[in-house]
Structures are given as C-alpha cells and as structure tokens.
C-alpha cells in the first residue's frame, strides 16, 4: 500500500508563487503515475497536473503555463511548483498515485482513476 503524505501549502500573495511536495513511503514509487487535483469550497475536485512514469506531463488549461510538475525518484518525492498565482488557485491541493497506465491523458484527469490520494494541503492565495 502506498502512503502519500501532501505537504508545502501555505498563505501567498496574488503573483507569488509556491512548491508543494507529495513525499511517498512506498518503495515502488516508480510504479505509479503521479498527479495533482484541487478543490475549493463548493465545487467538485478538479484536476490539476499528472506526470508518466515516463516522463510524460498533462496540465489542466487553467495552470498551464504557470504551474510544473515534477518527481524525483531518488527522493520518492512529487512536486508542483506553481508561478503567477491567482486567487482562483485558492483551494485544498491532494497529490495522487494511479495504477493502470493510459494510452489517452485524459485518463489521469477523472478522479475516480486514483488508487491513492495524499491528505491534502491548503493554498490561500490573496488579491
């Protein structure tokens, strides 16, 4: 079983930016793909970033340009370093781990795919 555990959020201007890490316990961390959705209050989960075991990234296109995921294997460490932050970004982050491999990106976009979800850390971005 993997645990995940979401850390790094914390209160930033509008235009600041921030890195949250997702740290792993797992010895079998590069058997999983890796994302990031979001949820503010009142709205469904949304998705936010997921990166390939292989390398490949997918971004939601309210952040692309803006936020960069990343992992370090060595570290068994998932990051998201988020640029240009809007109080929109305003919303509880939760890191995620998936199983199955897709041949599609969107499939790492449905929140029902995840296996593992982090606890969640809270981003507060103000105007």
């Known amino acids: 079983q993997l645990q995940l555990v979401a850390y790094g959020g914390g209160l930033v201007q509008a235009g600041g930016s921030l890195r949250l890490s997702c740290a792993t316990s797992g010895r079998t961390f590069t058997s999983y793909h890796m994302g990031w959705f979001r949820q503010a209050p009142g709205k469904e989960r949304a998705f936010v970033s997921a990166m390939t075991w292989m390398g490949g990234t997918y971004y939601a296109d309210s952040v692309k340009g803006r936020f960069t995921v990343s992992r370090d294997n060595a570290k068994n460490t998932l990051y998201l370093r988020m640029n240009s932050l809007k109080p929109e970004d305003t919303a509880v982050y939760y890191c995620?781990?998936?199983?199955?491999?897709?041949?599609?990106?969107?499939?790492?976009?449905?929140?029902?795919?995840?296996?593992?979800w982090g606890q969640g850390t809270q981003v507060t971005v103000s105007s």
């Open positions: 995620a781990a998936y199983r199955s491999t897709s041949s599609s990106g969107s499939y790492y976009q449905v929140s029902g795919n995840v296996d593992y």
